[in-house]
């Protein structure tokens, strides 16, 4: 397969979950598994019922393109994008209209790769919104939620500045960590609080952008990468055979996540007029500049900057302190630790190693995680006094886990403890050097490396319950009187 340039821009939808109210209704704004409870009358459109603008809202998307270096207009106003949909009880969606003024126009943010690098993506614009409903197509019926109608949904626009699917997905990723820890979103995926169109071109020229393809409403960052890997081979692969001018069109297609491929809905041709038009019961409103002042002042540590103390403050590798911040309830907890007393380094390696890995395992968040950092606290600790061993320790922290006891009854409903008396030690360690002769002439005669063996010998015989570290001490003591 030939090598091409490969350009990405993307369209991110994010709902707005902490606001009480819907962006322009009274309706609750909150997840609930239960269908059609979080309604009002403007939701539904009934007759004589007129929309107000949620400042929360507001205040969040002017935070937001403040974090974006965008631009925020001297004035607001809102427009209504017209289309007939069962999901869109008004007929309309009241939004803002790209490009004219949004509430955040043009900007940039700095990414760091895994690897220290960084790059620059640069924001066509930011725009408040409405959601529509959420459909759900069964096998001969539609059924339609209306609790998504109307909550606040932001819309981050790039230029076409993306060159691969790894820093999409990393560009993606440090967005959606910003709406977390500014309040303004869960954006939880499983949710369905966080969507993306992704815009695809490929071309010989890095000076000149193919035939853009865009494929819409991709529901998982992993979809997302999978979706454009796709999509650039199927491109590369027809310009390499020759058919590319021929079968590749400006068109819109979706993620198919049975077939693994993305699939033809429509040529953008016949993209559908929406005939936008100022919204006319919402007034244009000037946006006073002490207000944004006020807001850009409440903006709260944002990811890179808790990574950097992480690494400053707390001596962690940027590697382990990126993991860390990703999730602002992984931070979050990270920072409850430490708090605590623990040392920043211990919490970070149980953090990135065992709690991570049980999260991934068993699917769920943090914030469902038994072990809490208190708990968490309770097996370092034994093991800052020497009560357990590091392997000890992972047996407590699994069993406390499987059984939602505190660690402390886990280490004394199964008796797990380090052996550290002085004269049982001393009586283990004897007898082995009694039976090893041959291996303590070795070690004097200059394999120093021989000492594993002894300690590997006395785990053996106490069942890995000894002290290591006395283990050491009274081993090169004795092996010293020999």
């Known amino acids: 397969m030939g090598k091409y340039y490969v350009t990405i821009g993307l369209e991110m939808h994010c709902e707005g979950s902490e606001t009480n109210s819907k962006a322009f209704s009274g309706g609750r704004n909150e997840y609930t598994e239960e269908p059609n409870c979080n309604v009002s009358p403007v939701d539904m459109a009934f007759p004589g019922v007129l929309p107000v603008v949620n400042k929360k809202a507001v205040e969040q998307a002017i935070m937001m393109a403040s974090i974006l270096h965008a631009r925020v207009p001297e004035y607001m106003y809102f427009e209504r994008k017209n289309y007939y949909y069962p999901d869109l009880p008004k007929g309309f969606q009241i939004t803002q209209n790209p490009p004219e003024e949004c509430v955040g126009n043009g900007g940039y943010i700095d990414i760091e790769r895994v690897d220290g690098s960084t790059f620059r993506v640069e924001i066509d614009n930011l725009h408040l919104e409405e959601d529509a409903a959420q459909s759900t197509h069964l096998y001969d019926t539609t059924t339609i939620n209306y609790n998504r109608a109307g909550v606040p949904l932001f819309e981050l626009v790039t230029t076409p500045c993306l060159h691969s699917a790894d820093d999409a997905i990393t560009y993606l990723e440090y967005i959606r960590a910003i709406y977390q820890y500014c309040g303004i979103s869960e954006a939880d995926s499983k949710k369905g609080q966080i969507r993306c169109d992704v815009n695809i071109s490929i071309s010989e020229d890095p000076n000149t952008l193919g035939t853009k393809v865009e494929i819409k409403n991709v529901n998982s960052f992993s979809s997302v990468r999978d979706a454009i890997n796709y999509e650039i081979e199927r491109q590369s692969t027809l310009k390499d055979e020759g058919r590319y001018d021929e079968e590749v069109e400006q068109e819109t297609r979706r993620w198919d996540e049975t077939t693994m491929s993305t699939v033809r809905m429509r040529s953008k041709v016949d993209a559908i007029d929406y005939k936008y038009f100022v919204e006319p019961n919402i007034p244009k409103f000037k946006i006073d500049p002490k207000w944004v002042e006020e807001i850009v002042a409440s903006t709260p540590e944002l990811p890179y900057e808790r990574k950097t103390k992480y690494m400053g403050e707390f001596g962690l590798s940027a590697y382990d302190a990126g993991i860390i911040i990703k999730e602002k309830s992984t931070a979050d907890y990270y920072e409850e630790c430490v708090s605590l007393g623990m040392d920043p380094k211990i919490a970070a390696n149980w953090l990135c190693t065992q709690i991570l890995g049980y999260l991934y395992q068993e699917d769920i968040t943090i914030n469902e995680l038994y072990l809490t950092p208190a708990l968490l606290n309770q097996i370092t600790e034994a ?19 499987e059984e939602k006891e505190e660690p402390k009854t886990i280490m004394e409903k199964y008796n797990i403890k380090q052996m550290s008396d002085d004269n049982a030690l001393l009586d283990i360690i004897v007898k082995i050097l009694d039976e090893s002769p041959n291996q303590i002439a070795a070690y004097k005669a200059g394999k120093t490396n021989l000492i594993g063996y002894f300690v590997g010998q006395v785990m053996k015989e106490t069942k890995g319950t000894a002290n ?8 090169n003591e004795e092996i010293a009187k020999r």
Not at 383 to 401: D, H, P, R, T
Not at 468 to 475: A, I
């Open 468 to 475: 290591p570290g006395m283990v050491n001490k009274l081993l």
């Open 383 to 401: 093991m800052k006094k020497g009560e357990i061993s590091s392997k000890q320790a992972k047996e407590v922290f699994a069993k406390s886990l």
